[in-house]
């Protein structure tokens, strides 16, 4: 039985196996760790990424334009036009889809991104609403990052913290159980924390000198990096002292027993950034306000390792994301 969460690697290799017809025209198609498609359309590429928001209840309109503009920014294109289809529970009351819509319109236009479609329905066996969003972006061609651009010896940069959105829809889904524990002003900031969930800004500024470019979402900074390096064919080592993780986060897995770097992470992103230009980055980053980090390197051998208390050890794959540890019922 397949886990909650994203399909396993290995059985996505079955799915993409069965494509369609080929087009020259396409310049990123599907595989492993790659946010987004682009296809050729003259001069430019057109970017386009669908995802789901499954996990979360209040504030899904937000999360499902954030997410998958996310998704168009890790390409070097800004987000531009946005499609989106509305499943709702069968006990659903006449306000929840004008909620979902509102939060969408309010958050696309923040984006600059316009609505120009999308399907809504009651659907039966659905115990919460789930939102899937696409959107779709331009960059020129030659300004196209590439998801699987990363080499042998590029820096890992990370930006802002690991397990932002899941620390977010834990604060807010169970925001009272987790007030007696730790206090309301504590569950005021980490629910706050959806506040950092859009990369753009930073991929406007990585675009310039990224390889490649990755929005860590299910299965958190853990997964993410593996799907980088799935993309690329490439290893890597992280050094997990290095990785940064924001107090509510930590405690909030401590908490439901979480591994925070397998928690559901949008609002990070992980560049592959040549070394001799990483601390530049860095510094160029920190100064526009937006914490980052270099947290490793791709290598060319294979294999992927964490470094800890100076040890060098294997660093699996998350099976399944930990959010679903805590909404399991």
């Known amino acids: 039985m397949l886990p909650a969460g994203k399909v396993p690697p290995e059985i996505l290799e079955k799915i993409f196996k069965t494509l369609g017809s080929e087009d020259e025209r396409v310049l990123v198609g599907p595989g492993t760790g790659i946010d987004f498609a682009a296809i ?25 334009v954030h997410v998958n503009a996310n998704d168009i920014a890790v390409s070097g294109a800004r987000p531009r036009w946005f499609l989106v289809t509305i499943l709702l529970p069968e006990d659903s009351d006449e306000e929840l889809p004008v909620r979902i819509m509102r939060d969408i319109d309010r958050e696309a236009k923040k984006l600059g991104i316009s609505i120009v479609g999308g399907h809504t329905e009651v659907t ?11 959107v779709l972006g331009e960059v020129e061609k030659g300004k196209l990052v590439i998801p699987n651009g990363a080499k042998p010896g590029d820096a890992i940069v990370m930006t802002k913290w690991a397990g932002l959105e899941g620390t977010s829809i834990i604060a807010r889904e169970r925001e009272e159980e987790l007030k007696n524990v730790f206090g309301e002003s504590f569950v005021e900031r ?4 959806i ?9 406007m500024i990585l675009r310039e000198f990224a390889d490649a470019m990755h929005d860590p979402t299910e299965g958190g900074i853990a997964n993410g990096l593996h799907e980088m390096a799935d993309a690329s064919g490439l290893g890597f080592r992280v050094f997990l002292d290095r990785i940064p993780v924001r107090e509510e986060t930590a405690r909030i897995c401590e908490f439901y027993d979480l591994d925070p770097l397998a928690l559901i992470g949008s609002g990070s992103l992980l560049a592959a950034v040549p ?5 530049f980055v860095v510094e160029r980053l920190l100064a526009k306000g937006i914490n980052a980090a270099v947290i490793g390197e791709f290598l060319a051998e294979k294999k992927r390792v964490a470094v800890a208390n100076g040890e060098e050890r294997p660093f699996p794959r998350p099976c399944s994301d930990e959010l679903w540890k805590v909404f399991r019922e």
């Not at 039966?124 to 696409?134: A, E, Y």
């Not at 980490?190 to 924390?193: E, F, P, V, Y």
Request: charged share 25%; aromatic share 8%; glycine share 10%.
């Open 275 to 279: 070394r001799d230009h990483a601390r």
């Open 190 to 193: 980490a629910k706050a924390l």
């Open 124 to 134: 039966s066996g659905l115990k919460r609403p789930i939102v899937v969003g696409t």
């Open 40 to 64: 050729s359309f003259g001069d430019k590429a057109t970017v386009a990424s669908t995802d789901p928001i499954t996990g979360a209840v209040e504030d899904i309109g937000f999360y499902a």
């Open 195 to 203: 506040e950092y969930i859009s990369v753009l800004p930073e991929a």
